[in-house]
Structures are given as structure tokens and as C-alpha cells.
């Protein structure tokens, strides 16, 4: 089984994606929307033609496959904000000077996840950042659903274990505090086993998290910002993040 990497280049490479996004993330999630066309089976949205959409393509069937959603600062411009500033102020990223990329809108099919799949996802990701200079990226990542109580051990790892410093730390423009647990009250091991796969691969690139998550009942998650800063990613993490991820 073979894959290929590339940007939308069509509208029917960009529906491809929301076709992908709606499988997963409203039949499989739960998730709704204003702009959600159930009739269509599409999931998109008003950012969605403002931003680069990266595609991995299962080559014998020309099936998409995976997607990731990319928002460079200019394109955040012209479309009058980033899309994470819906739930989080990013005043401190914006103000830092540096070069942004705002990820989002990662799946796979489910037919596609733990295997390469999920490498040529990552891979095409870096030849971006690469191509672009991009020196942080950032973006929502989600838990599946709002149960607050059941999420209180892994949200509360995050922000004892991995809040951003200050000079790039977000905070939810609804304010819902991650410490729902004291630190010593957490077991790592099992916290870690109730975090989704993509953000557990930030945190193994060195990612950190913004302060306060974000309940999403529309969409049905639980979302907190990831940052990760590239120029502070040492050679093994920049060796992975060009690697494959693996799920889990």
C-alpha cells in the first residue's frame, strides 16, 4: 500500500478533505455545525477557503485518505483571524515576532490510523514548515467529548506537566481551568493512556499547552492549544518530527 503527499489544488480536492473531516469528525465524533452539510456529508466552514489543505492520498484507490488544515499569519489576515481565536486569545503569540502556522482539522480514516499513513501525514507537515519557515505552530487539539469529570486526570496532567511558558501561553477566551486535579493526585500512566494520539505527539516533539481548555459542546469536545516551537526543538525531536509518530 502506497501514499501520496500534496495540497488541495481544486474545490474537489478540498471536498475530498471535508468529506474525510465529516466522516470522522460528525459520524464518528458526534460533532455539528452551522456550515456542517449533512446533506452533502461535507464538514466545513468559513475558514476553509483561506487556508492550505494537506491531503495523503491511498494511490491504488486515489482515495483521500488523511488531511490537516494549515493557516499561515497572511492567510489569518485575510480571512480576519485565525480560526483558534474562537476559543483561545492568541495576542501573545501574534505579538512574539515570530513565524506562525496554525494546524487543524487532523484525521485519518479509520481504516488508515497506527500504521504509515500517519507518517506521510507528519512528514508532509515538515516539508511545510520547512518550505514556509514556520518557527511555531500551533492549534486546538480535542478530546472526544464534555465530560469534564472523566477528562479531570488527563486535563489536569497536561497543565501541571506541560503549560506553556508565558511569553507563548494562550489562554480560553471561556475559561475552563485544566488543574481539576492536585499534581500528586494524577497517575501519569494512566492519564497518558486517555490522551488522544496527536497530542501526544506534540508533547513528544516538545510541545506545550495553553492555559485553560475550551468546552466545544457544538462540536462535541474538549479542546486545549497546543504550541510548539520549532527553533527549540532539539536534533531527535526534529529527526522525529520528520519521522514517523506512531499512534497510541
Request: with cysteine; aromatic share 10%; hydrophobic share 40%.
Amino acid at each position: 500500500m502506497t501514499f501520496s503527499v500534496s495540497l488541495a489544488r481544486t474545490d474537489a480536492d478540498i471536498q475530498a478533505a471535508q468529506a474525510l473531516r465529516y466522516q470522522v469528525f460528525v459520524e464518528e465524533m458526534g460533532a455539528s455545525g452551522q456550515q456542517v452539510d449533512h446533506a452533502a456529508k461535507l464538514e466545513r466552514d468559513y475558514f476553509d477557503a483561506f487556508c492550505d489543505h494537506l491531503l495523503i492520498t491511498e494511490t491504488r484507490s486515489n482515495q483521500v485518505i488523511g488531511t490537516y488544515r494549515l493557516m499561515r499569519r497572511k492567510q489569518a489576515e485575510a480571512a480576519g483571524r485565525f480560526y483558534s481565536e474562537t476559543e483561545y486569545d492568541l495576542d501573545t503569540l501574534k505579538s512574539s515576532g515570530r513565524s506562525l502556522l496554525e494546524v487543524g482539522r487532523s484525521c485519518l480514516h479509520p481504516q488508515f490510523r497506527g500504521g504509515s499513513a500517519l507518517f506521510h501525514l507528519w512528514s508532509g507537515l515538515a516539508d511545510y514548515v520547512a518550505t514556509h519557515r514556520i518557527d511555531v505552530l500551533f492549534g486546538v487539539a480535542s478530546f472526544p467529548g464534555t465530560d469534564l469529570d472523566q477528562l479531570a486526570e488527563p486535563l489536569s496532567m497536561l497543565h501541571h506537566g506541560f503549560l506553556a511558558p508565558e511569553w507563548l501561553r494562550c489562554r480560553s477566551e471561556v475559561f475552563q481551568s485544566m488543574a481539576l486535579l492536585p499534581k500528586e493526585d494524577v497517575d501519569r500512566k494512566r492519564a497518558m493512556l486517555q490522551i488522544p494520539a496527536l497530542i501526544k505527539a506534540y508533547l513528544r516533539l516538545g510541545g506545550v499547552i495553553g492555559e485553560g481548555a475550551y468546552v466545544d459542546h457544538s462540536f462535541n469536545t474538549t479542546d486545549v492549544c497546543m504550541i510548539l516551537d520549532t527553533c527549540a526543538m532539539t536534533d531527535r525531536q526534529k529527526r522525529m518530527f520528520a519521522g514517523p509518530q506512531v499512534e497510541g
